[in-house]
């Protein structure tokens, strides 16, 4: 398997998110989702990452559950993938890249409704 274009990773990613439920996708509001070869410095440090972690996928907005009634006129949440942990991480298996793809998109987001890593789990297994 070869590292992706950009616009092959792009086609990914929808395809990731058409297989995603429904009652979630469709409820997302004001959210970009978007991709970069790794996270930059900034979320790296927000995240205290040291140099050898990795991270597939990062939600950075305000969830659902936390917002107030003067949640207005904001830019958008933001989901981002990061092409290559998700790649490396799967090796030559081009099967294991595509489920982790869906898994990360779905696990961010999960964290835009505001749910916690165990509720992720379990509807995780309850839905895919």
Do not use: C
């Amino acid at each position: 398997m070869q590292l992706p274009t950009d616009e092959e990773f792009s086609t990914l990613i929808g395809n990731a998110l058409d297989e995603l439920p429904e009652k979630y996708v469709s409820r997302l509001e004001n959210v970009v989702i978007t991709y970069a070869d790794e996270p930059d410095q900034n979320q790296r440090t927000k995240l205290k990452l040291r140099g050898n972690q990795s991270l597939f996928g990062l939600y950075e907005g305000i969830p659902l559950t936390q917002r107030g009634s003067n949640y207005n006129l904001v830019l958008p949440d933001k989901i981002t993938l990061f092409k290559l942990p998700l790649f490396y991480y799967a090796g030559n298996d081009e099967s294991k890249f595509h489920a982790q793809i869906k898994h990360t998109l779905w696990h961010e987001i999960a964290h835009y409704f505001g749910l916690d890593h165990d509720r992720i789990h379990e509807l995780e297994q309850n839905n895919f």
